[in-house]
């Protein structure tokens, strides 16, 4: 295994909309951005991965996007972006952009050639077809509800969008959209940027019949996954681009990858493919989530998340590489899906950021998780601002009228929104996010969770991932170390160890609300054992054979 600069860091996620105002606009922006610099240097973070910042008429708030090389004229100027990268790197921190050539804007000029003509030149950048027995072309559902497809009056075809119709589908059997995209990711590289994050990636290669797909009981249309997730050619377009842009420079990449598998992912990881460097899986966010997706809510059981995380602990040790993330802009916020929000807010937030620095692989943190930003509940779906949420509940509600508390309660679980209000700065007005109206409500929760408190508190959430930032940059077993499960029936608690050069790092996690005893497995010797972090007062000389733990409790080991 090799050592790499972006196996040893920390990444912090940006989601500019709603991050910082600087302007008093309610929208958050580049140079809010860079006002907060210092305090993201103070958490010691190493990368920004900043999602997209590029012009769009924010159907999808910048996943659409309208023109890959201009900055959002809400979010600010090139000069701006320019002033931001080089104000990260004077901090020494990196910057990796958010890359989306799945699709682009219905705007681009690219898409408003395409549906001028059948033989404009630029026709072949998207994907038409035309219907079959007067219906869509195939029985494909959009990830953002109804048909996958929309007919366009001018030439009498439908074009391909797995998301909003507002974000049509990019082809990449065309050579020459990909030169393009390859040229415009020179572009970003040629500025400075430190590496990409991939928008759903392994969705750009298609089965090119576009076959239907099965479509469950109840529903109008199919989930069609297994014509477009991990395609035919995916590996042949990831070697393509990563020869044309990226191996010529010293940057990361990963890659957004909903429904890869560990097998899949080992491709895309292997350093000897060339493809991608780690990738974000979704199986462990999917955990909670019944046969009709994912607002049919399921109780999470532990059980699965700590054998979906050990599968993939094993499954990528010896080849590719584990991205760590438990939340960020698309999933509810971690401390109120995997934690207690309530009584043992702080504590499982604590608890939660162990789990993730100890394991192997980089860890991820979305903006506000480090100070235990918890999900919301508005009262009505008109303070809601998510495509995904607004048009699931017009489908659900409006059109099939179904419950509209049952659909409420789905949205407070699992809407995209818990994750896009307001980041929290203080205790004035609107969080100290803006001096205007912001585009989303923030958190009524915002006086007490909020970064001024947390910084000025040295038992907060957010001195507590300090420390877990600061312990693996001294640490290379946390970056390195092999990965083995203990106690692996054990109800409440989820236990590992991680093994490196003579040390060993005994990680015991109480996931429950209860207290619940730790007992060492026989097989784990140890002549001299220290404290290595801890989210409640323990002593030192506590015996480690057996522990009751507290509720959410985290107690790290060094053992030698
Ligand atoms: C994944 C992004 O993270 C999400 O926010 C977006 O809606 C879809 N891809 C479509 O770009």
Redo the contacts with the bound molecule.
Sequence with gaps: MTKQWWKEAVIYQIYPRSFKDSNGDGIGDINGIISKLDYLKELGIDVIWL?PVYQSPND??G??ISDYRAIMDEFGTMADWEMLLDEMHKRGIKLIMDL?V??SSDEHAWFMDSRKAKDNPYRDYYIWREGKDGKEPNNWES??SGSAWEYDEATGEYFLHL?SKK?PDLNWENPKLRREVYDMMNYWLEKGIDGFRM??INFISKVPELPDARIPEGKQYAPGGDYFMNGPRIHEFLQEMNKETVSQYDVMTVG?MPGASVEEAKLYTDENRHETNMVFQFEHVDLDAGPGGKWDLRPLKLADLRDNFTKWQKGLEEIGWNSLYLN???QPRMVSRFGNDKTYRVESAKMLATFLHTLKGTPYIYQGEELGMTNVRFDTIDDYRD??ILNMYREKVIENGEDVQKVMESIYVKG?DNARTPMQWDESEHAGFTTGTPWLKVNPNFKEINAKRATADSNSVFHYYRNLIQLRKQNPIMVYGSYDLILPDHEQIYAYVRRYEGQTLLVMLNFSSEKSVFELPTDVSYVDKKLFIHNYEVSDDESIEKIELKPYEARVYMLK
């Design positions: 999602s999808d708030n996943y659409d989306v799945n699709h990830v953002f998301f974000q928008d759903v957004e960020n802009h698309d495509i995904e995209r």
